[in-house]
């Protein structure tokens, strides 16, 4: 309230507060309301009265707006372990207006929250949950805020109960978080798990099941963080114990099964599945069919099927299983006795882009026409592009075979055609055919096959394009080898028969004999060969060469130290070096033995080819540690060594 007073010339005084008028300099600050004063704002203001002429003003000084309300804001309610958030402290005030005090209050907080005053932030120490407290002008309010400390994660850890691995098994996964604070917690129920391959892996609440044969990947997600494990799912095996049992695959094309023990012809079942009497005295009937393979699994499991008899001689796809497109593994075939048409094998007929691995076969085959073979007649399908071309892979085979007189195609020891992989094979039978025979491959078909660290070591004879190795190859060889004799009329090599694809470090040991186009190594050599030698006796009437009978491709880094004889075009290295297709007669870095070979040029007929740094040695210069310095074209270390008292060998 305000009170004025007037002083007269009389002398007396007056109250004249309702009379006079009141003002207030600032209305911003001092409101005038009836005969009192509001301060409105903090601040300074005058307030005068007046009242006729005469006036006075009172200075107002110093006048506080208390607060009335406290804010206080943290940018993030969630912090990991380690993060930091901003905080303003916002004063609002009894006149209604409102200041940003960040920097002017306390800011304090319970554990584990820390504060940083001059940062105007605070950060979490540890997992848990703390509270802020922003303090201003004490006497007037307090704000509370919770901030939940989240321990972020650092490594996520996905771990199954057990291995399903085989279809139809479930198990239970567990889902491991480590935090930064260095806690770890399960947190299974609140990880997201998921499958790459629904067909193959599905999950199941905590759980995967194998659903399909095949590979997944199992990813659990937490937090930003993932793990995953890899799954490898095969078909259930089912225990076959004898005859009946093996016959029953038949049904059940694609199941998986294990072979549980040998099987001879004193287990159960054979009489009416596997000898010579059964099935109206076709002996065994072959598994599945020309396409309707079986696409399962069978695991040997290092036991044996012995006395296996098929006599079906006017019948194709003929073995143990017709058709195969799925997997032999760890299987031993013993005395096997097969007679069909084409595309016989002990193991299969045909190898439809399926695999056979870690097998060991031996008996005998006979092919009345075409592609035989000692563990599969074909590999793939000649003159398609359709279907898997098939892998044979680490095994052993001695398998007799025989084709018609004349008329067997495609005959090898361990594969009649093949378009697909051979590695880590040894054929050891021996092959006799007609065209395209070879000791471990009739017929390497064009396409991606290949041929590598392999080996055949039995005797091959035919009548056109035969090898010890390979009769008529398109593929890629690599490290292979032929021990075995060779004999035929055209197109005959140690080692390959006619060679259109590409030879590389391959040898050949066994004695050659034919007609026309013979060689230590390779009959008639239309592509390439590199680092390769012959030191079996070559025999034959024209193009007779130590190494190629005729060659009108490329040759280089290739030797010669077996008898030469021949009527016709007789070379050290080549019978005939000739400029056709496809590469031109190419010879070059390369040596022969002239003492052992009998001959002193390269070729027996040079007809514009062309042959460059090509040298006949002698027995000593090109054996033992002379030939390091003799034979200094081929590398000495990395694909050749010296042999103590012997001729090179390939590493």
Same mark, same amino acid.
């Given at each position: 309230?305000?009170?004025?007073?007037?002083?007269?010339?009389?002398?007396?005084?007056?109250?004249?507060?309702?009379?006079?008028?009141?003002?207030?300099?600032?209305?911003?600050?001092?409101?005038?309301?009836?005969?009192?004063?509001?301060?409105?704002?903090?601040?300074?203001?005058?307030?005068?009265?007046?009242?006729?002429?005469?006036?006075?003003?009172?200075?107002?000084?110093?006048?506080?707006?208390?607060?009335?309300?406290?804010?206080?804001?943290?940018?993030?309610?969630?912090?990991?372990?380690?993060?930091?958030?901003?905080?303003?402290?916002?004063?609002?005030?009894?006149?209604?207006?409102?200041?940003?005090?960040?920097?002017?209050?306390?800011?304090?907080?319970?554990? +584990?929250?820390?504060?940083?005053?001059?940062?105007?932030?605070?950060?979490?120490?540890?997992?848990?949950?703390?509270?802020?407290?922003?303090?201003?002008?004490?006497?007037?309010?307090?704000?509370?805020?919770?901030?939940?400390?989240?321990? +972020?994660?650092?490594?996520?850890?996905?771990?199954?109960?057990?291995?399903?691995?085989?279809?139809?098994?479930?198990?239970?996964?567990?889902?491991?978080?480590?935090?930064?604070?260095?806690?770890?917690?399960?947190?299974?129920?609140?990880?997201?798990?998921?499958?790459?391959?629904?067909?193959?892996?599905?999950?199941?609440?905590?759980?995967?099941?194998?659903?399909?044969?095949?590979?997944?990947?199992?990813?659990?997600?937490?937090?930003?963080?993932?793990?995953?494990?890899?799954?490898?799912?095969?078909? #259930?095996?089912?225990?076959?114990?004898?005859?009946?049992?093996?016959?029953?695959?038949?049904?059940?094309?694609?199941?998986?099964?294990?072979?549980?023990?040998?099987?001879?012809?004193?287990?159960?079942?054979?009489?009416?599945?596997?000898?010579?009497?059964?099935?109206?005295?076709?002996?065994?009937? +072959?598994?599945?069919?020309?396409?309707?393979?079986?696409t399962g699994i069978l695991n040997g499991s290092k036991h044996s099927i012995s006395d296996l008899v098929i006599d079906?001689?006017?019948?194709?796809?003929?073995?143990?299983?017709?058709?195969?497109?799925?997997?032999?593994?760890?299987?031993?075939?013993?005395?096997?006795?097969?007679?069909?048409?084409?595309?016989?094998?002990?193991?299969?007929?045909?190898?439809?882009?399926?695999?056979?691995?870690?097998?060991?076969?031996?008996?005998?085959?006979?092919?009345?026409?075409?592609?035989?073979?000692?563990?599969?007649?074909?590999?793939?399908?000649?003159?398609?592009?359709?279907?898997?071309?098939?892998?044979?892979?680490?095994?052993?085979?001695?398998?007799?075979?025989?084709?018609?007189?004349?008329?067997?195609?495609?005959?090898?020891?361990?594969?009649?055609?093949?378009?697909?992989?051979?590695?880590?094979?040894?054929?050891?039978?021996?092959?006799?055919?007609?065209?395209?025979?070879?000791?471990?491959?009739?017929?390497?078909?064009?396409?991606?096959?290949?041929?590598?660290?392999?080996?055949?070591?039995?005797?091959?004879?035919?009548?056109?394009?035969?090898?010890?190795?390979?009769?008529?190859?398109?593929?890629?060889?690599?490290?292979?080898?032929?021990?075995?004799?060779?004999?035929?009329?055209?197109?005959?090599?140690?080692?390959?028969?006619?060679?259109?694809?590409?030879?590389?470090?391959?040898?050949?040991?066994?004695?050659?004999?034919?007609?026309? #186009?013979?060689?230590?190594?390779?009959?008639?050599?239309?592509?390439?060969?590199?680092?390769?030698?012959?030191?079996?006796?070559?025999?034959?009437?024209?193009?007779?060469?130590?190494?190629?009978? =005729?060659?009108?491709?490329? #040759?280089?880094?290739?030797?010669?130290?077996?008898?030469?004889?021949?009527?016709?075009?007789?070379?050290?290295?080549?019978?005939?070096?000739?400029?056709?297709?496809?590469?031109?007669?190419?010879?070059?870095?390369?040596?022969?033995?002239?003492?052992?070979?009998?001959?002193?040029?390269?070729?027996?007929?040079?007809?514009?080819?062309?042959?460059?740094?090509?040298?006949?040695?002698?027995?000593?210069?090109?054996?033992?540690?002379?030939?390091?310095?003799?034979?200094?074209?081929?590398?000495?270390?990395?694909?050749? =060594?010296?042999?103590? =008292?012997?001729?090179?060998?390939?590493?």
């Open positions: 309230a305000y009170t004025v007073t007037a002083e007269f010339a009389s002398g007396t005084a007056e109250d004249v507060t309702g009379e006079a008028t009141v003002t207030a300099g600032d209305g911003t600050v001092i409101e005038v309301n009836g005969t009192e004063l509001e301060a409105v704002a903090g601040g300074a203001a005058e307030a005068t009265a007046t009242f006729g002429a005469e006036s006075d003003t009172v200075a107002l000084t110093g006048i506080e707006d208390p607060i009335a309300g406290l804010d206080l804001g943290v940018d993030g309610a969630d912090l990991g372990v380690g993060d930091t958030a901003n905080y303003t402290v916002t004063a609002e005030f009894a006149s209604g207006e409102t200041e940003d005090v960040t920097n002017k209050a306390a800011v304090t907080a319970e554990d +584990p929250i820390e504060v940083d005053e001059d940062a105007t932030a605070v950060s979490a120490a540890e997992k848990g949950t703390g509270e802020v407290t922003a303090e201003f002008q004490n006497e007037t309010a307090t704000a509370l805020v919770e901030i939940d400390a989240g321990d +972020p994660v650092e490594m996520l850890s996905l771990t199954l109960d057990e291995d399903p691995e085989f279809v139809g098994n479930t198990t239970a996964y567990t889902v491991t978080a480590e935090f930064a604070s260095g806690t770890a917690e399960d947190v299974t129920g609140e990880a997201t798990v998921t499958s790459s391959d629904g067909t193959v892996i599905g999950v199941n609440g905590t759980e995967i099941e194998a659903v399909g044969e095949g590979s997944a990947d199992v990813t659990a997600e937490f937090q930003g963080e993932t793990d995953a494990v890899t799954v490898d799912v095969a078909l #259930a095996q089912v225990s076959i114990e004898d005859w009946h049992d093996l016959a029953g695959l038949q049904d059940e094309l694609g199941s998986g099964f294990v072979l549980a023990n040998d099987l001879d012809e004193t287990t159960d079942g054979y009489d009416e599945h596997a000898s010579a009497s059964a099935n109206g005295g076709n002996g065994w009937e +072959p598994i599945g069919g020309a396409g309707e393979p079986f079906r001689p006017d019948e194709e796809y003929v073995g143990l299983f017709a058709d195969l497109a799925g997997e032999v593994t760890s299987l031993t075939v013993e005395g096997a006795n097969l007679s069909a048409d084409n595309r016989t094998g002990v193991i299969a007929g045909r190898l439809d882009g399926g695999l056979v691995e870690d097998a060991i076969v031996n008996g005998t085959v006979s092919a009345e026409s075409s592609f035989a073979g000692g563990i599969a007649g074909a590999v793939g399908r000649i003159g398609s592009s359709d279907g898997g071309s098939g892998i044979v892979r680490d095994s052993v085979v001695d398998v007799g075979i025989s084709a018609e007189d004349g008329v067997g195609f495609g005959i090898g020891g361990a594969v009649g055609l093949s378009q697909g992989e051979i590695a880590g094979v040894r054929a050891e039978g021996d092959v006799v055919g007609g065209q395209s025979v070879g000791g471990l491959v009739g017929f390497g078909d064009t396409g991606d096959g290949e041929i590598r660290n392999s080996s055949a070591h039995g005797a091959v004879e035919g009548d056109e394009v035969v090898g010890g190795l390979v009769g008529d190859n398109e593929q890629q060889i690599e490290d292979a080898s032929a021990t075995g004799a060779v004999t035929g009329d055209s197109e005959v090599g140690g080692a390959v028969g006619r060679n259109t694809g590409e030879s590389v470090r391959v040898f050949a040991t066994g004695a050659v004999e034919g007609d026309e #186009a013979v060689g230590g190594l390779v009959g008639n050599n239309e592509q390439q060969i590199e680092d390769a030698s012959a030191t079996g006796a070559v025999t034959g009437d024209s193009e007779v060469g130590g190494v190629i009978g =005729k060659n009108t491709g490329e #040759a280089t880094r290739i030797f010669a130290a077996g008898t030469v004889t021949g009527d016709e075009d007789v070379g050290g290295l080549v019978g005939v070096n000739s400029i056709p297709d496809p590469l031109g007669g190419e010879l070059s870095d390369s040596y022969w033995d002239t003492n052992i070979t009998g001959q002193d040029e390269p070729a027996g007929s040079n007809e514009d080819g062309d042959i460059e740094n090509v040298s006949g040695l002698t027995t000593d210069e090109m054996q033992g540690g002379d030939a390091t310095d003799s034979m200094d074209s081929f590398d000495f270390d990395e694909t050749w =060594k010296p042999v103590d =008292k012997g001729y090179p060998a390939l590493r």
